[in-house]
Nanobody, 122 residues
């Protein structure tokens, strides 16, 4: 049973930073695709970033490019968020899947974390 446990969300002022972690357990495959998505109230879940833990170049949504960075170590994936803006406020979800290339839509991921709330105040 693959499990993803997220941590690191919180509240921060605009311009601040947060780092989300997603601990992945229960899978026997590596490398894998790790995706980050976010969903604000009343909006659809949108892509933020994705990367192949085997070393492919990460992909970022235009709205976060240059501010967010994905990485991984052992069985944990990270989303470093810098220069946060109020419009970044959302519930953030990590997701993993064994298929390559990494998908850019939620349906391409089989396993999901519980979500971490990020709130950015102006």
């Amino acid at each position: 049973q693959v499990q993803l446990v997220e941590s690191g969300g919180g509240s921060v002022q605009a311009g601040g930073s947060l780092r989300l972690s997603c601990a992945v357990s229960g899978h026997s495959y590596r490398p894998y695709c790790a995706g980050w998505f976010r969903q604000a109230p009343g909006k659809e879940r949108e892509r933020v970033a994705s990367h192949w833990t085997g070393g492919a170049i990460p992909q970022y949504a235009d709205s976060v490019k240059g501010r967010f960075t994905v990485s991984d170590a052992k069985n944990t994936v990270f989303l470093q968020m810098n220069s946060l803006k109020p419009e970044d406020t959302a519930m953030y979800y990590c997701a993993v899947d064994s298929r390559f290339p990494c998908g850019w839509t939620p349906d391409k991921y089989n396993y999901w974390g519980q979500g971490a709330q990020v709130t950015v105040s102006s």
